[in-house]
């Protein structure tokens, strides 16, 4: 099975920008829809950004679309949104996870692999 590690959060202020990163290892994440959550305190762990096992199509959360960019690269192994103008209300953990078959699903409950997460913290 494949295990999934994120890195490259952090503090960055309203307005900037930040790349999170996505390695997956065990195996290819050719054979896997990928995606990107978020969870803030209280709430509930939401689809932020996701791409589908071929790459043709990406999907994304409506308040990030034109701001998040997801990619992946088949040589890397890696699943990494680039995350710009980023706002207070981002802040949460960002969690990457993996799903076997070619769909991105919206619901958390739908995928099968995920990461340990890493912090965002957006500050205004």
């Known amino acids: 099975q494949v295990q999934l590690v994120e890195s490259g959060g952090g503090l960055v202020q309203a307005g900037g920008s930040l790349r999170l990163s996505c390695a997956a290892s065990g195996r290819a994440i050719s054979m896997y829809a990928m995606g990107w959550f978020r969870q803030a305190p209280g709430k509930e762990r939401e689809f932020v950004a996701g791409i589908t096992r071929g790459g043709g199509n990406t999907y994304y959360l409506d308040s990030v679309k034109g701001r998040f960019t997801i990619s992946r690269d088949y040589a890397k192994n890696t699943v990494d949104p680039q995350m710009n103008i980023l706002r207070p209300e981002e802040t949460a953990v960002y969690y990457c996870?993996?799903?076997?078959?070619?769909?991105?699903?919206?619901?958390?409950?739908?995928?099968?692999?995920w990461g340990q997460g890493t912090q965002v913290t957006v500050s205004s």
């Open positions: 996870a993996a799903n076997l078959g070619f769909r991105v699903e919206v619901a958390a409950g739908s995928w099968g692999y």
